[in-house]
């Protein structure tokens, strides 16, 4: 088994500090509940011989093994209930000592590789400052306002300990003083960043807190206080990660037999397709001619995506992206995903991957085609594990 198998009273949100496994494993909530038993029958559908290594990942307290091996998971199972086989870890007959992910047979018996990758934008922050970030937030996670939660933004790094307590009482203090049918009022006529806030300060950290009213039938029901985190600057860009992992898989193998699938997590709320083709086919940029800059400047992509650099075509290994947008174990019903076919790859990957999302170049266009969702194949609720 997957999890443990005891009776479960602890219905606390999950703790800053708490990996993700933990907090599904020790979580009594009806909504954990499922995603606890719906992972568990993946696991049981997983080919038999990866059991014992794929458990031990999804065991292990790191979250980046747990979410590649949830990825890994829910590729597999998708695949397998379009009518796909899929063998893990082959060897390639090109001698190399890496292995992809799955050998894949497409049921009109094509076959390709496909490997699994998560990318997220880079984070050079000190880990032990994300440790004190997250322990003084937990104080505004565990504790509640009958009429309020709030939305957290926060900027800077603290070099000693923030005190959750304080942060917690001055919180609270200022929500006291709140009246949330004004407040609401004010939030619906002109938005929430026209409410004032509350910043609080330790050392070089700011945390900016605003009122976020509870619907009078929500009130006194809350189990936390945080509605929103949004910590830090955020990235500077959202697609210059996904090229890397793609150009760093694609070069990884050698010269392949069989068409290459890379199919990419990126751990952001917010990815849309502009990210993909800037991350594919080169950033965005407008050009100003020099000579006559009162022109109208002329759109372009930059030569640096990873399939068009400035030699032209490149990771020509690479067949096609499969894109996702933040998938976890709680999004596998209602999260997005796109096949990008590689116009230039040097093996095309099985036409019947083209009832999956995908994508095509067109001339100088690219076009989008519908295709099977998750939810649709994985047989899940569009707003599962919440409402079923």
């Excluded at 020790?26 to 606890?36: C, D, F, K, L, M």
């Excluded at 979410?67 to 870890?89: D, N």
């Excluded at 994508?359 to 690219?366: D, Q, R, S, T």
């Amino acid at each position: 088994m997957l999890f443990a198998d005891y009776q479960r009273t602890d219905s606390k949100i999950k703790a800053s500090r708490e990996s993700d496994f933990a907090f599904l494993d020790r979580s009594a909530r009806p909504e954990i509940e499922r995603v606890r038993q719906f992972l568990e029958a993946l696991v049981k559908g997983y080919p038999e011989e990866e059991h014992a290594e794929l458990v031990a990942r999804i065991q292990s307290g790191n979250d980046t093994h747990f979410k590649s091996s949830i990825f890994e998971l829910a590729l597999h199972a998708f695949l397998v209930r379009l009518g796909y086989s899929l063998r893990p870890h082959p060897q390639l007959p090109n001698g190399s000592k890496a292995r992809p992910d799955f050998h894949v047979v497409s049921p009109c018996g094509e076959d390709f590789y496909l490997e699994a990758v998560l990318a997220s934008v880079d984070d050079d922050s000190d880990p032990g400052a994300e440790a004190r970030i997250g322990l003084a937030l937990d104080a505004l996670s565990f504790a509640s306002h009958a009429n309020f939660m709030v939305a957290v933004e926060y900027e800077g790094v603290p070099r000693t300990q923030p005190s959750g307590k304080k942060l917690l009482a001055a919180t609270l203090k200022w929500l006291d003083s709140l009246e949330p049918d004004e407040i609401l009022t004010e939030i619906e006529c002109n938005g929430l960043e026209s409410v004032p806030p509350l910043n609080w300060e330790h050392e070089e950290w700011l945390v900016v807190l605003r009122a976020i009213p509870l619907k009078i039938e929500r009130r006194g029901c809350a189990r936390t206080l945080i509605g929103v985190l949004d910590g830090g600057v955020g990235p500077i860009d959202q697609w210059s990660p996904i090229r890397n992992a793609i150009k760093f898989k694609g070069a990884k193998y050698g010269a392949l037999d069989k068409p290459l699938l890379i199919a990419v997590n990126f751990g952001s709320f917010h990815l849309d397709r502009m990210d993909e083709m800037q991350a594919l086919f080169g950033q965005e940029q407008y050009l100003i001619a020099v000579q006559d800059p009162e022109a109208e400047p002329r759109f372009d992509r930059a030569l640096n995506g990873a399939w068009l650099g400035k030699s032209g075509p490149q990771a020509r290994r690479v067949s096609g992206a499969w894109i996702f947008n933040d998938l976890t174990a709680y999004t596998l019903a209602s999260r997005r995903h796109t096949i990008y076919f590689n116009p230039w790859a040097a093996n095309s990957l099985p036409e019947v991957l083209k009832l999956i999302p995908h994508a095509l170049v067109k001339g100088k266009e690219v076009q989008w085609y519908p295709g099977y969702s998750l939810s649709e194949i994985l047989e899940l609720p569009l707003y599962w594990p919440e409402n079923l």
